[in-house]
């Protein structure tokens, strides 16, 4: 079944095989990333006839891989025939595939190889639009016997993928993986943070001697940290200003993030906020959590 109108797409079973195709400029590389992201083993630029044998290869280690997504560019006529025949082969062997085709309006193909300044590989001496005519003629066959077609032409990268995510992955919408860490001002800013968070404006237990050997870690630290005034309405309203982030880190297909949390040293109030904080976060939808902490034991 093939549909065609955007992100109105009926979610497919999911298959062991899946050959990802369809017009220039229409979105392949974005899809494949978008696959790979999600645990798909990804083949690029693949020659058609050597997808039978990819596959065999494939099938004497499913447990290794077990998702295999193949990109094949078929722009000419002989590559279209040699792509008909593998699949024809495929069905003849008994091995479960689908086909998604990538499409989009000759108006949006034109403008993203203008803006890309590389001409279609099909124009030759001719302009783009003979060059998307002379492919669209050789994939009609392939985009009509397609499982998925999807039309790109109102999709930017991060909606295509999203959708690529929604189709061809068990989870569908996508788990933003969060990374809290805590660290210490004094051996500088992490560099790889998305947001940094101060918590020295919270009592310092290196000032209580009982507290000063142990860590955020540790009971009696953690504590006195998260009772101390301030804390919870701190980590109330962090949470609370995080959440209409994270919702747009999902719309536009980030799959990671890293929050980090700062004292002084990296060793009392940092390590237990950001306990506290992952497991407040990992009470959010579609968000898996984790938590380190960089500078613990530096001191």
Not at 6 to 27: C, D, Q, R, W
Not at 154 to 163: D, G, I, M, P, R
Request: with cysteine; hydrophobic share 40%.
């Amino acid at each position: 079944m093939t549909q065609e109108d955007g992100l109105s797409i009926v979610k497919p079973e999911e298959s062991e095989l899946l050959v990802v195709t369809g017009m220039s400029g229409a979105g392949r590389s974005t899809a494949a990333n978008a696959l790979e992201d999600h645990g798909w083993y990804v083949v690029e630029n693949l020659p058609p006839l050597m997808l039978g044998t990819l596959t065999e290869l494939v099938s004497r280690m499913p447990q290794s891989i077990p998702k295999l997504a193949v990109v094949i560019d078929v722009r000419s006529k002989e590559l279209f025939r040699d792509i008909q025949e593998a699949l024809r082969n495929l069905r003849a062997a008994g091995v479960a595939y689908r086909v998604l085709f990538l499409d989009a309006d000759d108006a949006t193909l034109v403008r993203r190889f203008e803006q890309g300044r590389r001409p279609h590989p099909l124009q030759g001496d001719g302009s783009i639009l003979d060059g998307i005519a002379s492919e669209r003629e050789v994939l009609a066959e392939l985009r009509d016997s397609s499982d998925v077609v999807v039309d790109t032409s109102k999709l930017n990268v991060h909606a295509l993928a999203t959708t690529v995510t929604e189709l061809f992955t068990e989870s569908g919408p996508i788990v933003l993986r969060l990374n809290v860490m805590s660290f210490g001002f004094k051996y500088g800013l992490p560099v790889d943070a998305n947001y940094v968070a101060d918590v020295r404006f919270i009592p310092n237990p290196h000032w209580v001697p009982q507290l000063r050997p142990h860590t955020g870690l540790d009971e009696n630290v953690r504590d006195y940290v998260l009772q101390a005034k301030g804390t919870a309405e701190f980590l109330d309203r962090y949470v609370e200003a995080l959440e209409p982030v994270i919702d747009g880190y999902r719309r536009e297909n980030k799959h990671y993030a890293t929050i980090a949390v700062g004292c002084t040293g990296g060793k009392h109030r940092s390590v237990a906020v950001t306990e506290e904080l992952a497991k407040r976060l990992a009470q959010l939808p579609r968000v898996t959590v984790s938590s380190h902490h960089r500078d613990l034991g530096r001191e």
